[in-house]
Each structure stands twice: as structure tokens, then as C-alpha cells.
């Protein structure tokens, strides 16, 4: 596809709250377009009876008609993005079954969201990056094979690192904190070449992601520059060999957490929180601190423990860790603790975002947080699934960059076949 | 001359129904077209920003939606300024219409709380329904100018 992006805008209430402008900011700033299904007031009424929920706000029997009209095919939209006030229970309600109604019965990408006031077009960025990247870029992630040799880099908020593979084989790993962006990936990026046993001059390809992709990016003179969405999603089925048919991926990050429901490798819906420190790797780590472990063996200590023998009173990072301090102080375990943390990361995710995505078998886990055992099998516990780990799951991001980006060696491109 | 506030406050009908009989309304006349291109019902004319939902906390706390917040932020002074009211329930889209049933509910309790004359009816299915529901709003606007005289 060349040319803008058409997103269809099913909402209720982002003019009023002062959010259209960020959210139209954010589809310019990925090349696409934010369009307003045209409808007449008869269909709205057909429609909205039709779909069959009771809502009572118009706005919302217009998002209704609108998505009716859009999975029926009278209006033509590359993706769909599904906004609605945050706190508003009746919005909350037709905003998932709109999203799934259009996951079910189109092909179309949707990615759906609640704002507030606050919500900037910074915040959306990753959401619509990727929204596009799935209508824009279907032949670049249809792509299941890596070949030539390729570099990728996930440039995270903790940590920063980098893959070289060969002809569809990981050669050379690196993995840093991250501390200042640019100097903390070319040290991962050392580190796997002289795993490998390559210079960077041989590389064909570089692919970047994560936070800092777009400055790394610059700085390796990538061709490809990918948000962690699409990137991850594909690291993730390729890595734990199911290519093909239904996933669901789950990214436990420090600074935020990704639930993406997959088809054949291509993700369908997805959603992406970072409102809670206390749903991310950074509790474990803090928790992992106050026990006197090291994050590694923080899952290993859980898995000894049973975390129904702690109460957790807040899902706060703040107050959780107050929770385990007075825990431990009761002559709770450490390992009874270790545990309780790991479930409370795992509840937090499942109630706020794993609501929000039809959860596929199986479920793949990936990032520096699936190598923490105890989150894992809380996890499994709460979804009532075994967890599938794929191999060197830390390096998910880098893996599918360096996927991707062998589709551009030699100056070609997958999109243009 | 009365300041009447009209809910739905779009109704380009009611807004010029009260203008006619000599009144100012108060509300956001809008055309509701047969098609409807814009983001929602009630999409305002002008670029609003974040800080309007802020100005809204006036008139609702911090954990109401920013949406319903927002749309306060333009209501509310208008409720404040009304001196009678006139309330059509269950209106047709095409009367006027307002995007947020919560916004709805809140502007109704600000204005039945406001001691003013207030001309509460439900929007008419019948021709029959339609002239007794004109002649209604007639008479509470004829009797406003009586009182204000």
C-alpha cells in the first residue's frame, strides 16, 4: 500500500475532553489519516438496533452504526481506532464488543483506547505506528524466514539489546541497561558482533525498536525502524515456532506492558498500558531488591513459595512493596513473598488489559520478565493455560528486527514484491 | 426578555421556538444533518483543548470523564445563566441531540436544581402529540414574557 493510512475513528467524547487534535497528531505523524465513517441518521437507527446492545449515549450508537457499516463493507477504512473516554463504564462496554465484533468479522486492524485529558499524541504514537504498520505492511510481516546476516536492536526503557543472526540462526547476543540510549546500544551491538565473530561492516541489514528506536535508528543508519508491537509480536511466533494459525503474545516490560492477539503472525488486536509501575518488570525488580536477590533469582525463589500466604492490599508499586515489607516483618518467607509479587504483576496485567484482547492459545510470553518463572506460572495459573517461553524470549524485539530487516538487504524491500 | 435554556441544547427548533417568542436561548444550536460526518452529534464548532475538561471540574469531580467534563465546561455557565428552561425527553436524533447520556443526566439535575420555570416534556410521536407539544411551549413562553413584564 502506498499513501496514507485511512483510519476509521469510531469515538465518543475525544472532541470535548480536547484529545481530537493529539489523536489526529499522532495518525499525521505515522503518514495515515483519522476519517469519520459518513452516515445517514436512518442507518443509525438500523444499525444500532440491529447490534443489539442497549447503550444510551448517541455518540455510542453512532460508534455502534458506524462499525456496522464499516465490518458490512458500505464504508471503506484500512484499520479502525476505537476511543473512548476513560471511567465512562457504558463506553468501556461497547468499546470491546465493537473491537471484537470488527476483529471477528473483518479483516481490518483495530486497536481501541481509553483517554482522558491527559492523553497526548506521544501516547498514542505506538498505537497508531503500529495500527498502520499491520494495513501497510502486511508483505514486510508476512515474512517467516531470516536470511543473509542482519543486526536488530531493541532500544527498552531497562535495558537495550541486540541480535546478529545468519541465515535464520542467532549468532551473536548483547544485552545492556539501558543508560544513555545511543553509547548503551553500540556496547549491546559490540557485544553480539564479537559473539558472532562479524564486523559491522558485514552486516547487510540493521533493524531497530523499542523506546529509543528512532535515534539508534539514526545512529546505525537502520532501514528498518519498527515500534515494539508488530516487531515483538513476530519475534515472538517465530521464536516459539507457531507461525501459523492464532497466538496471543504477552509483554511484561519496565516501563509498560503489550497483550497482542496474533493470526499467522500478523497481529490483529492489541492493547499497550503504562499507567501502573506496579504492572511492570520494575516492581519485580524493586521487590527483587528488598529481598537482597538478584532479579534472576527472584523466579526461582517464587516458584518455592506460595503467594496466597501474603495479603497484597494495593496493586501500587508504592504500596504493594509496603505490603511485602509488612509481610516479611509478620515472618511471612521470602520465597511466600517473592511469590505474591509475581502474582500480583500477573493479576494486575490479566484484570486491566488481558480483558481487553480475546486470548488465543498459545499463549507466548517473551521479554526479560518471562525469564522470571514465578511471574510465568502465576500467569498460567490466572489464564488456566500452560505458558509457552520461546528460547532467548529476552530478545524477542531484536529477533524480529533482524527478521524484518533481512526483507531490505541489498537495497529491496519485501513491500515491494 | 427571559435567558431559556433548551435541552436538547443543539435543537435548532427549540432555540428558534424561544427566540420567536421573544426570549434569548441559551444553548449550542446546531444543525443535525441527515448525514452525519463529524466525530459525534454534538462535535463542537470550535477546536477544544485539555483544558476545557479542566474548567468542567466546576461542575463535576475528577473522576467523572473527561467527555463529560469537557462538555460541562460549555454547559455549565449556561445553566448558571438560565433564568427557565425548557427539557424534551426522548427527542428523535434529528430534533437535537447531545452525544453523552451521562452528560445528559448531570445537566438535567443542574437545572431542575436551579428554582427556575421549567417546561418538561417528552418529544412528540403523533401529529396529534406534535400540536399539543408546540402549543405547550408556546403557552410556558408566553407566560415567561408575562412574568418578566
Redesign the interface.
Known amino acids: 500500500m502506498t499513501g496514507k493510512v485511512r483510519v476509521a ?1 469510531l ?11 493529539e489523536i489526529n497528531d499522532a495518525a499525521a505523524a505515522v503518514d495515515a489519516e483519522m476519517f ?1 465513517p ?5 442507518d ?2 438500523k444499525n444500532y438496533d440491529e447490534f443489539g446492545l442497549e ?6 450508537k ?1 460508534a455502534i452504526a458506524r462499525a456496522k457499516a464499516l465490518v458490512e463493507g458500505h464504508v471503506d477504512a484500512d484499520a479502525v481506532f476505537i476511543a ?5 463504564a ?2 468501556a462496554i461497547v468499546r470491546n464488543e465493537l473491537r471484537r465484533y470488527i476483529h471477528e468479522n473483518s479483516d481490518l486492524p483495530v486497536v481501541s483506547y481509553s ?4 492523553t497526548t499524541s506521544g501516547t498514542l504514537l505506538t498505537r497508531m505506528e503500529a495500527l498502520t504498520t499491520i494495513a501497510r505492511r502486511r508483505a514486510l510481516l508476512a515474512r517467516e524466514v531470516q536470511e543473509g546476516l542482519t543486526l536488530g536492536v531493541d532500544s527498552g526503557s531497562s535495558t537495550t539489546k541486540a541480535v546478529i543472526m545468519r541465515d535464520n540462526e542467532i549468532i551473536g547476543t548483547g544485552w545492556r541497561p539501558t543508560i544513555k540510549v545511543n553509547e548503551s546500544a553500540d556496547e549491546v551491538v559490540a557485544l553480539a558482533l564479537e559473539e558472532a565473530g562479524v564486523a559491522i561492516d558485514e552486516i547487510e541489514a540493521i533493524g531497530t525498536t523499542g523506546y529509543g528506536r528512532f535515534l539508534v535508528g539514526e545512529h546505525l543508519n537502520a532501514v528498518l525502524i519498527q515500534e515494539e508491537l508488530t516487531v515483538n509480536s513476530k519475534g515472538a511466533v517465530y521464536l516459539a515456532d507457531r507461525q501459523h494459525g492464532p497466538a496471543t503474545v504477552i509483554d511484561i516490560g519496565g516501563m509498560d506492558n503489550k497483550a497482542i492477539t496474533v493470526q499467522d503472525g500478523i497481529p490483529g488486536t492489541f492493547t499497550m498500558g503504562g499507567i501502573c509501575a506496579g504492572a511492570s518488570g520494575r516492581f519485580l525488580e524493586m521487590t527483587a531488591k528488598r529481598l537482597g536477590v538478584d532479579i534472576t533469582e527472584l523466579g526461582p525463589m517464587a516458584m518455592k513459595g506460595d503467594s496466597k500466604h501474603v495479603p497484597m492490599n494495593s496493586y501500587c508499586i508504592v504500596f504493594g512493596t509496603q505490603s511485602l515489607v509488612n509481610a516479611l516483618a509478620a515472618g511471612s518467607t521470602p520465597e511466600d513473598v517473592a511469590a505474591a509479587a509475581c502474582r500480583s504483576v500477573a493479576e494486575q496485567v490479566f484484570e486491566q488489559q488481558l480483558q481487553e484482547v480475546d486470548i488465543k492459545e498459545p499463549v507466548i510470553m517473551v521479554g526479560g520478565t518471562s525469564l522470571i518463572e514465578g511471574l510465568v506460572h502465576e500467569m498460567g495459573e490466572l489464564l488456566q493455560t500452560d505458558i509457552l517461553v520461546p528460547p532467548q524470549s529476552q530478545y524477542i524485539g531484536s529477533v524480529g528486527c533482524a527478521l524484518l530487516a533481512s526483507g531490505f538487504r541489498g537495497g529491496r524491500s519485501d513491500e515491494s514484491v | 426578555m427571559v435567558k431559556v435554556f433548551i435541552y436538547p441544547t443543539t435543537s435548532l427548533i427549540l432555540s428558534d421556538m424561544v427566540e420567536r417568542w421573544g426570549h434569548k436561548p441559551l444553548g449550542a444550536a446546531l444543525q443535525i444533518r441527515e448525514r452525519i460526518q463529524t466525530p459525534g452529534f454534538d462535535s463542537p464548532p470550535l477546536q477544544m483543548t485539555p483544558e476545557d475538561p479542566k474548567r468542567g471540574l466546576r461542575y463535576a469531580a475528577v473522576e467523572v470523564p473527561s467527555g463529560v467534563r469537557g462538555r460541562m465546561a460549555l454547559l455549565g455557565p449556561l445553566i448558571e445563566e438560565a433564568e427557565a428552561a425548557i427539557v424534551i425527553n426522548d427527542a428523535d436524533f434529528s430534533f437535537g441531540c447531545m452525544g453523552c447520556a451521562r452528560t445528559n443526566e448531570l445537566v438535567k439535575l443542574l437545572i431542575r436544581h436551579r428554582n427556575i420555570p421549567i417546561l418538561e416534556l417528552t418529544y412528540p410521536r403523533s401529529e396529534e402529540e406534535g400540536v399539543a407539544f408546540v402549543g405547550a411551549i408556546k403557552r410556558f413562553l408566553k407566560g415567561l414574557g408575562e412574568v418578566s413584564a
Not at chain 1, 55 to 60: G, I, K, M, Q, V
Open positions: 475513528q469515538s465518543c467524547g475525544p472532541e470535548h475532553s480536547g484529545v481530537q487534535k469519520f459518513d452516515i445517514t441518521l436512518a443509525i437507527r447503550a444510551r449515549s448517541p455518540d455510542l453512532l473512548t473516554c476513560f471511567r465512562c457504558e463506553a483517554f482522558t485529558e491527559r
